[in-house]
């Protein structure tokens, strides 16, 4: 069940040493996709996410992805995308398991007072949509356009890996 991270949850960066969430949150909100490098759903959503977190990336949040494994399967996963947008990685899935999430892919809007904002589990557009169009008023940003047209078709999110 989704739930606000508790302030010391450690988000680690890809290459840096990590910091506690609140940490990440200290000017700006934070969005993050979270994907599962050992599934394949999330692969199928890898583009389409890159595409929403690079319509934020200007905006006053910060963007991630939030990949429930190790640095290498993260980057196999993401490729260009692992060094183009903030990544952060969670071998023993604390992170994801901080969220409440059950399944990935999932997008997380967290408030600079980190609280969860909105979640979307899975790829539901319209979820999806709503998660966008919210953090986008909130930012004063223009949201992207949900489904676009090379987005995958709806699908539920996977279950979370066995660690």
């Given at each position: 069940?989704v739930?606000?991270?508790?302030?010391?949850?450690i988000?680690?960066?890809i290459?840096?040493a990590?910091r506690?969430?609140?940490?990440w949150?200290?000017?700006f909100?934070?969005?993050v996709?979270?994907?599962?490098?050992?599934?394949?759903r999330?692969?199928?959503?890898v583009?389409t996410a890159?595409?929403i977190l690079?319509?934020f990336d200007?905006?006053d949040?910060?963007?991630a992805?939030l990949?429930?494994g190790?640095?290498?399967d993260a980057?196999r996963?993401?490729?260009?995308?692992a060094?183009?947008?903030?990544?952060f990685v969670?071998p023993?899935?604390a992170a994801?398991?901080g969220?409440g999430?059950?399944a990935?892919?999932?997008?997380?809007?967290?408030?600079?007072?980190?609280?969860?904002?909105?979640?979307?589990e899975?790829?539901?557009?319209?979820?999806w949509?709503?998660?966008?169009?919210?953090?986008?008023r909130?930012v004063?940003?223009s949201?992207?356009v949900?489904?676009?047209?090379r987005?995958?078709a709806?699908f539920?999110?996977?279950?979370?890996?066995?660690?």
């Open positions: 069940m739930a606000n991270p508790p302030p010391d949850l988000l680690t960066p290459n840096g990590g506690p969430v609140r940490g949150l200290t000017v909100h934070l969005f996709v979270a994907v599962d490098p050992s599934n394949e999330s692969a199928w959503i583009p890159a595409r690079t319509n200007q905006a949040c910060r963007v992805w990949a429930a190790m640095a290498d980057r996963l993401l490729g260009r995308w060094k183009d947008i903030l990544t969670d023993d899935l994801v398991k969220f999430l059950e990935l892919p999932a997008a997380v809007h967290l408030g600079m007072d980190g609280s969860i904002v909105n979640v979307a899975g790829w539901d557009p319209p979820a949509r709503r998660l966008t169009q919210e953090l986008a909130i004063s940003w949201y992207p949900i489904p676009g047209p987005d995958p709806p539920k999110g996977a279950p979370l890996p066995q660690v």
